[in-house]
């Protein structure tokens, strides 16, 4: 009979603590005290919010990347006085970094060479003359061989002298070797990136230069 009225008992006991646990007594005032903090809700992760990418929807769009500067640019040979009407421009336009101008020394340059002759007239029958041989000429680029006539243009003398040979043995008689050009100092403007916003201003520095203006940069390579 005492068996019978623990067992009894304990089940009341758990039946009674199972109720206040589920909160079924909470109408009687009884029960465990409710967590009430919304600060830990907000805490809380909701996976009903999560939404997977693929690595392409993820990554920034075109429009958003900086722009990539442009390709390496830069000038034919400039003479000093090109440079110092170039210099100034390239100030006010472009940002300091943004340009070089390298320096080097150009080689001599030599010439087989007509003249000098009295007058324009003479240079005109003289050319005749050439071209029956079937040879051609040009001006000379220094002033002062003019009026005169060039038949090609060597960096080395050497190479000017086997030249004058071969239109001898064409007959060719009255030429002869000259320097057309001393050694000078040479330059080359290198823009080796341009940013978005410099790019408009690239215009005005290609008018100011002559020949073809800006180019790819090619491999480096030793100035001729």
Known sequence: ????????????????????????LLPYGIGPALQREPERLARQIHPEAIHIVRAEEAAPSSSDDKAAPLACLMSEVLDAEQVNKLRPLLKDLLPAQ??????????????????KYANAAEVDKKRSELARLGVAGEAPRNPTLAPGIALGAFELQAQADAALKTLTDRGVHTAHVVQDLPPAPGFRLRLPGIDAASKSKLAAVQSALPGQGLQPCAAPSAPG
């Open 1 to 24: 009979m005492m068996l019978r009225l623990v067992v009894l008992v304990l089940m009341l006991l758990n039946m009674g603590y199972l109720a206040w646990g589920q909160g079924w």
């Open 98 to 115: 943004a340009w070089t101008l390298d320096e080097f020394t150009l080689p001599a340059r030599w010439i087989v060479y007509m003249g």
